[in-house]
């Protein structure tokens, strides 16, 4: 059996599951308070407690969830404003730079949709599908998904990213990684399960730092066309407003860098 994937114990809260009764009240206690880590972690969660929690508006007030079915781990990502902040602003710059490249009505943007699997169910970030699949594939699968998270759980990020396309046996073309800090923000690219670009903006002092590369995504990866040349760019000053936005926060327990 395939293990989960866990962001780091500084990040995550674990609770043995019970009943569905006390595992309300333990997720509607750590959103209403704002005083616990920004994830949940529900241990021996029961298939069909999950399917009666699936049918509730409970899970959607998480900001995402992702349930493991052979362990019954289910893990909340709870609402938090620097990750809500990064999400935002990502998708109001990337359906404009679509717009530009004259992409946009050719592609369904599909949010945080779930992908279900025989063993797992997942929410990405963001995740995008061309309007004309090729014959043959998956409608199920995204063919680019954008992940958020923070710096302290990067390595859990790469790892999701690593998921993504192995699980699709390659229908998820690429994965974006977006992780923010107290004083740090970036990016990743992956492509074909390896990171391919990363960019970083990172403030020492009164200084503001950009390093890496150009952040730049294949149309042809978005619109699952091998003959489609071009790329959606994102420009040097993305990053630095980003940063503006979530190092205004207010940030969750937990999160130290």
């Keep these: 059996m395939e293990s989960i994937n866990l962001p780091p114990a500084s990040l995550l809260t674990t609770h043995q599951f019970t009943n569905i009764t006390d595992l309300r009240n333990t997720f509607k206690t750590a959103i209403n ?4 880590p920004p994830y949940i972690l529900f241990t021996g969660v029961p298939e069909c407690a999950f399917k009666t929690l699936d049918k509730e508006d ?9 349930y ?10 709870l609402h938090t404003d ?25 592609i ?9 699997t025989e063993d797992e169910i997942k929410e990405p970030g963001l995740s995008y599908l061309p309007k004309e699949i090729p014959e043959g594939r998956s409608e199920i699968w995204p063919s680019v998904v954008v992940l958020f998270g ?30 923010v800090g107290r004083n740090k923000v970036g990016m990743e690219a992956w492509v074909q399960g390896a990171r391919v670009k990363q960019q970083e903006v990172t403030q020492d002092g ?4 950009i390093s890496g590369d150009d952040m730049v995504l294949g149309i042809g990866d978005l619109l699952l066309k091998d003959d489609v040349s071009g790329s959606v760019r994102f420009n040097w000053g993305f990053l630095p407003n980003m940063a503006e936005g979530v190092w205004g926060c207010d940030w969750p327990e937990g999160v130290e860098a």
């Design 68 to 77: 493991h079915k052979p362990s019954g781990s289910l893990l909340l990502k």
């Design 33 to 36: 308070t704002g005083t616990t």
């Design 82 to 106: 620097p990750i809500e902040t990064a999400e935002n602003l990502f998708a109001t710059v990337f359906s404009n730079e679509l717009l530009l490249s004259e992409v946009s009505p050719h």
């Design 58 to 66: 409970l899970l959607e007030r998480a900001a995402k969830y992702n």
């Design 150 to 179: 923070y710096v302290d759980g990067l390595e859990y990020l790469r790892k999701e990213a690593q998921w993504w396309m192995r699980k699709s046996d390659g229908d998820v073309k690429s994965v974006v990684l977006v992780w």
């Design 206 to 209: 009164s200084t503001t730092v």
């Design 108 to 116: 369904i943007p599909r949010g945080g949709t779930a992908v279900r």
